[in-house]
């Protein structure tokens, strides 16, 4: 599977993000998408995750509660929105395929290349 994240970019603390991945080569059905942040000098860190098939979805208390998880069948895409940004939202923003709703990096087997998203204060 190959995963194409988009979205990032330098924004204000307070604002809103949408973060998308798509796959260039096939749908993402029978998968679960997860979004993961890394940031400088700490592990990947698992954020939100959807079953694509059965929309269902897990968070992490970091951002439960202000970030959404969602899938756009027409577009093949899953979406991340986050609002509002702290700084602390700082850094490499991967999305990841997996055969079912996991929490664990390592379970993980495709991933993408990132995109950076840097939250100033």
């Known amino acids: 599977v190959q995963l194409v994240e988009s979205g990032g970019g330098s924004v204000q603390a307070g604002d809103s993000l949408r973060l998308s991945c798509s796959a260039s080569?096939?749908?993402?059905?029978?998968?679960?998408i997860g979004w993961f942040r890394q940031t400088l000098g700490k592990e990947r860190e698992f954020l939100a995750t959807?079953?694509?098939?059965?929309?269902?979805?897990r968070y992490a208390d970091s951002v439960k509660g202000r970030s959404t998880i969602s899938r756009d069948r027409a577009k093949n895409t899953v979406n991340l929105d986050l609002n509002p940004l702290k700084p602390d939202d700082t850094g490499v923003y991967y999305c990841?395929?997996?055969?079912?709703?996991?929490?664990?990096?390592?379970?993980?087997?495709?991933w993408g290349q990132g995109t950076q998203v840097t939250v100033s204060s």
């Open positions: 959807i079953a694509w098939s059965r929309n269902v979805t």
């Open positions: 990841a395929a997996a055969e079912s709703v996991v929490v664990g990096r390592w379970e993980y087997d495709y």
């Open positions: 080569d096939r749908t993402f059905s029978g998968l679960a």
